[in-house]
């Protein structure tokens, strides 16, 4: 093996193999992103009402998306 001297080439991003590696890694971003939406829902019950009212009746991904971008 030659140092900086490629013996193949590159792996392609486009055809079926691609777009199945996309997919999986699509479904790998949902699965972990489910737990945290539980985990969401369970921290509103102990919540302060003010703050429990306000986020109470957001979707899941509502939710999700006002705690990402409300700051700390």
């Not at 792996?11 to 997919?23: F, S, T, V």
């Amino acid at each position: 093996m030659s140092a900086g001297k490629a013996s193949t080439a590159p792996k392609r991003a486009d055809g079926a193999i691609e777009a199945i590696r996309m997919l999986r890694v699509a479904r790998t971003g949902a699965v972990k992103a489910k737990p945290l939406r539980a985990t969401l829902r369970a921290m509103l019950i102990p919540a302060p009402y003010p703050l429990r009212s306000h986020l109470c009746g957001l979707s899941a991904t509502q939710l999700t998306g006002r705690v990402r971008s409300d700051p700390i």
